[in-house]
Structure formats: C-alpha cells, structure tokens
C-alpha cells in the first residue's frame, strides 16, 4: 500500500505564491515520474508539470514560466512552486506519483488533492 500526503494548497490573491508538497509512504520500491495535475469546476483534468527520476522535466502550457516543479528522492516528495498566480489556477490539485511496489509491479497512485483558490 502507498499513501501520498499532499500540503500547501489555500487561499491566495492574484500575483502570490504557494507551494505544493507531496510525500510518499509505504510500499514503494523506486519512484519514476512523479507529476502535479490539477481539476477545474467544470473542466477535464490537465497536466500541470511532471519531473523524471532523471530530473527532466516537462509542464502545461499554461504554466509558461510560472511553476517550478522539484523532487527530494531521499524523502520521497515532490513540491511545486506556483509564483504569479492567476485566478484560472483556481483547482484542486493531484499529486500523482509512478513507481515500483514491493511486489515488483509498476502502479500509479494519486494523492486525494489539494484545494488552490486565487482570487483577484
């Protein structure tokens, strides 16, 4: 079993900052890709920036300079920093990390999301 604990999301005005942690616990072998995405009332969930196990990275195109997304693999986290924010960021957030279990079988897991709300 692997758990994700998600921290940072909250109330921010226009133009802040905050930052997203997600830890994993439990019975994880080797963490490969670990990925933020997020879910807008009303829309799909998108893609906001993943980071490889070789520390490649790649984000959405809304993103354009504004988030910078980071890895501890001795603490098995992932954070994101959101700077600029923008009302449109307005989601719940997902930590979604990819890895090998225990079992040796390769699985993804979510985390149960984080409220971001930016107001203007």
């Known amino acids: 079993q692997v758990q994700l604990v998600e921290s940072g999301g909250g109330l921010v005005q226009a133009g802040g900052s905050l930052r997203l942690s997600c830890v994993a616990s439990?019975?994880?072998?080797?963490?490969?890709?670990m990925n933020w995405y997020r879910r807008a009332p009303g829309k799909q969930r998108e893609l906001v920036a993943q980071?490889?196990?070789?520390?490649?990275?790649n984000y959405g195109d809304f993103v354009k300079g504004r988030f910078t997304i980071s890895r501890d693999n001795a603490k098995n986290t992932v954070y994101l920093q959101m700077n600029n924010l923008k009302p449109e960021d307005t989601a719940v957030y997902y930590c979604?990390?990819?890895?090998?279990?225990?079992?040796?079988?390769?699985?993804?897991?979510w985390g149960q999301g984080t409220q971001v709300t930016v107001t203007s």
């Open positions: 439990g019975s994880i072998l080797s963490i490969h890709t």
């Open positions: 980071i490889t196990s070789s520390d490649m990275t």
């Open positions: 979604n990390v990819n890895g090998l279990t225990l079992s040796r079988r390769f699985e993804s897991f």
